[in-house]
């Protein structure tokens, strides 16, 4: 770490030294309004007589460099009268500086107002801020009936801030054609490692009545990895959702999954300071340059310049945002995002170029990743009716001729591509091709894939997931399973997959098989799915748990709390179709044969004559139908499920489930309608809120209470999302219900107004679910309905029960991004307290990684 130090302090002095030799005087200090002591961010201060100068930070505060011969420094701020300082050569010094507000140079802002302790109310920079707010409406594109250009963008990534000792490793000593020097230590350090790279051309429509916007792709060019080990498609839409578009004119910038305020927000004078830095005059119409930055700089705000034109019509001609260092933004080291916009001939401005460069990293010192996503526009035409053909389907697709162009063709992309790819981008394509071919990397891949997504590949065969390979629970014990899966390597459009397991306590195998066969002739993993399945499956489950994203036997879910000793042998035959669409709709169709067994203390009982009878086994059949909507869904496809990144649109889901009395064993005949609405509701500077309501309902009698309602329980100690987290497994029974769960994420808008939890970074949350239900009497066992007994506990009291008039209810609050890493809720329970073994309180946790 001292080398490490020592290297960037040296390459940080090398400019001055070279400039200066050993002949500079360091000049530090504070500059501040001399009547309210308000701290002047971007004053400038320069060396008089010379070019030398630098401007003071957010919080006015500079750092200069002074040759020996030059005595004076001189500080120049629009709104305030110069001041120049003598210094003393060759002593390192301190100058705190007042300026004194000068009037008469605010009179040349056109806007009047005096300057006192920094406030909105007559403040020319706040007027001038509104002017822009008033007119950006008319300013933007979409003010247009139709609108269409050319669109050019590319995306690079790259390990970034790399020491030489780590550059220099053995285990890179076959791989140095790959790192870039770069000539600077401006973002991404000296030494960069080039990893992924995309270029696409696009020709763009947009119609503001009905509004959409439809993006049809010409080319599209990408350096990518083995499928084996990365999900190509996957990685491309993670990386545009964290190098999102950007619209100066929008309330809200997406920044990494996060939201921060614009600048020219309708709001943005309650959470920003605006101060007027300059006036320039070498162009028509004059600009001003506006400076702003966070009032509290832990918030998810900007800070940076705007230009605005004095034209009347207060455009924004150029931006520059970054943010502060203290923001409550994870792993986020460096950003630079650039905006430009250009005069077209109808006197309005349309944006030509954005940037956007950002830098992710455990560490202040440690190695990270560095990304860009430029965009250029170009061949604007608007008002210019297009048939509504061309606007249906996607927002998204490949332009008809997209087939027949040589992507890959490096001369005919010189030609296509809007800007020239710098030194970094160029050899991307190549290398990573190269990459692939070197033994070592590959084996380096190969333990990564095993690491994150638990599957270690053969080649035509891979084994996992490692997580569940040894497990427990009270009916099987100590539980070792082993499976795997072929892979395309094997066939594109046939897959197997199975897995073995043995528990010690109840000595019986468990086992599952399945094949899938794809009609699209693409892997059953890559969207959009397009296959039929058939699988059979012997193994055990707890009633009623439900669980997203996580294998049911992983190894970390065996420890939970309260009784869990009620479980079932299942055996199920089921076939499969599934088909998605490119617009996100998708349905499925299912057949399943079921046959349950009650394990543990769970029996199945079923009361004639006044007496309990045993029954050994359910048998049920079902046929099903899921509709599904998810408009503009992103997602990662990893080994074992997509995991979705979540935005601000909806996902709608309706399901049918039919039970056949009769076929193949079926003993019950029901029709279960369910609906779910999932959406996240983003309240800008107040964080976000992710909305689930869902409701279901039961048609049918004399249903036993396994085919109804069970809802999701959780007695883990992780705080699951779509589970109630102090409900007991059995514990509610419905054949109709409606629910709503909300998780409400503040960001760090308290937290960051208290200075101790400012530094930590903490992120406060709360959540709410609640649930309604009933069951009708002809499918209650407590009113004689010929049906299976509600299960009892060791003292004979049922542990089951239908929800009344009354809602269950839980809410939590609690503390997020705790390391960076984990969530702990502080979870009540508020309703049917009396049931036994519940619990009013509890404390769960959660981990997960989030920008």
């Given amino acids: 770490m001292k080398r490490i130090t020592t290297l960037i302090v040296l390459v940080l002095l090398l400019p001055i030294t070279l400039l200066f030799g050993q002949s500079a005087t ?59 300082k003598a210094i003393t050569p060759g002593n390192t010094q301190t100058i705190n500086v007042k300026m004194v507000v000068d009037a008469l140079l605010l009179k040349e802002v056109v806007i009047k107002g005096k ?18 707010i008033d007119h950006k409406e008319q300013n933007r594109m979409t003010q247009n009936d139709y609108v269409e250009y050319e669109q050019y963008e590319k995306i690079s990534l790259a390990l970034s801030n790399l020491s030489d000792e780590f550059k220099d490793k053995r285990i890179f000593r076959n791989y140095q054609f790959l790192f870039v020097t770069q000539d600077s230590v401006g973002m991404g350090g000296k030494n960069m490692l080039p990893a992924y790279m995309q270029e696409k051309l696009s020709q763009v429509y947009f119609r503001k009545n009905p509004y959409t916007k439809k993006q049809w792709v010409q080319a599209d060019r990408k350096a990518e990895f083995d499928q084996k080990f990365i999900d190509n498609d996957g990685l491309n839409a993670y990386f545009r959702r964290l190098y999102e578009d950007i619209d100066i004119y929008k309330n809200d910038i997406s920044i990494a999954t996060n939201l921060l305020l614009s ?3 309708n709001t943005a004078p309650t959470f920003y300071k605006f101060f007027i830095r300059d006036t320039v005059k070498t162009q028509t119409p004059w600009l001003i340059e506006l400076g702003f930055v966070p009032r509290n700089k832990a918030d998810m705000l900007f800070e940076g310049k705007l230009f605005i034109t004095l034209d009347g019509n207060y455009s924004v001609q150029n931006a520059y945002l970054t943010v502060n260092k203290d923001i409550n933004l994870n792993f986020m080291r460096d950003l630079e995002a650039k905006i430009e916009f250009v005069k077209e001939e109808d006197g309005r401005y349309r944006p030509s170029k954005t940037s956007l460069g950002m830098e992710f990293s455990l560490g202040e010192k440690a190695a990270g990743l560095y990304g860009q996503r430029v965009v250029n526009f170009k061949n604007f035409l608007t008002n210019q009716p297009r048939p509504d053909s061309l606007y249906k389907g996607p927002a998204q697709e490949n332009a008809p001729t997209f087939a027949q162009l040589n992507t890959n063709n490096e001369a005919y992309w010189q030609n296509l591509r809007h800007l020239p790819l710098d030194r970094m981008e160029s050899n991307i394509y190549r290398n990573v091709d190269t990459l692939q071919t070197i033994p070592s990397f590959r084996r380096i891949m190969d333990i990564t894939t095993l690491f994150f997504a638990g599957y270690k590949s053969f080649g035509k065969v891979e084994i996992g997931p490692a997580n569940t390979f040894y497990s427990f629970n009270p009916v099987e014990g100590f539980r070792l399973r082993f499976g795997g899966r072929t892979t395309t390597e094997l066939s594109n459009r046939l897959y197997f997959e199975g897995y073995g397991a043995y528990g010690f306590k109840d000595q019986k195998w468990k086992y599952f098989a399945s094949s899938t066969f794809s009609l699209n002739n693409k892997s059953v993993y890559h969207f959009p799915l397009h296959y039929i399945r058939a699988s059979y499956q012997r193994d055990t489950k707890i009633p009623g748990q439900e669980l997203q994203f996580v294998q049911e036997d992983n190894f970390l879910l065996s420890f939970k709390r309260g009784d869990n000793n009620r479980w079932l042998y299942n055996d199920v035959l089921k076939l499969e179709y599934i088909r998605e669409f490119t617009n996100h709709f998708s349905y499925k169709l299912g057949f399943t044969q079921w046959a349950q067994t009650p394990a543990g203390i769970l029996k199945y009982e079923r009361t004639t004559d006044g007496a309990a009878q045993n029954v050994a086994q359910l048998n049920n059949t079902e046929l099903s139908l899921e509709l599904r909507y998810a408009p503009n869904e992103q997602f990662y496809q990893g080994k074992l499920y997509r995991t979705p990144l979540i935005n601000r649109y909806p996902i709608f889901t309706l399901r049918y489930n039919a039970g ?10 029901y029709h279960t309608v369910t609906g779910n609405v999932a959406k996240r509701v983003y309240l800008s500077q107040y964080g976000f809120a992710d909305v689930t309501v869902e409701g279901g309902y039961i048609f049918g009698k004399n249903i036993p209470f396994p085919l109804l309602m069970i809802h999701r329980a959780n007695q883990t100690y992780a705080y699951q999302l779509n589970s109630y987290n102090l409900m007991n497994f059995l514990e509610f029974v419905s054949d109709r219900y409606a629910s709503i769960d909300v998780q409400y994420y503040f960001n760090g808008f308290l937290f960051n107004k208290i200075p101790l939890l400012k530094r930590l970074k903490l992120r406060e949350v709360v959540s709410l679910k609640a649930l309604v239900g009933g069951l009708r009497d002809e499918n209650n066992p407590n009113k004689g309905a010929s049906v299976f007994r509600f299960p009892v506990d060791s003292e004979g009291r049922s542990i089951s029960y239908n929800l009344g008039s009354q809602p269950y209810i839980e809410g939590s609050v609690g503390v997020a991004n705790i390391f960076k890493l984990v969530r702990v809720d502080l979870v009540r329970r508020f309703s049917y307290l009396n049931n036994p073994n519940t619990v009013q309180w509890g404390v769960r946790t959660r981990f997960r990684l989030d920008f």
């Fill in 115 to 132: 300057t006192t302790r920094y406030r909105n109310k007559d403040n020319p920079a706040v007027q001038l801020i509104r002017q822009v």
């Fill in 263 to 265: 600048p020219i927000a």
């Fill in 26 to 84: 360091v000049v530090k200090g504070v500059i501040s309004d001399a009547k309210t002591g308000e701290t002047l961010p971007f004053v400038n201060v320069q060396v008089v007589g010379t070019t030398i100068g630098t401007t003071s930070d957010a919080d006015g505060q500079y750092t200069l460099n002074v040759p020996n011969k030059q005595p004076k420094i001189k500080f120049t701020y629009i709104g305030y009268q110069s001041i120049e």
């Fill in 660 to 669: 056949i009395k009769g076929l193949l064993s079926g003993e019950t005949d």
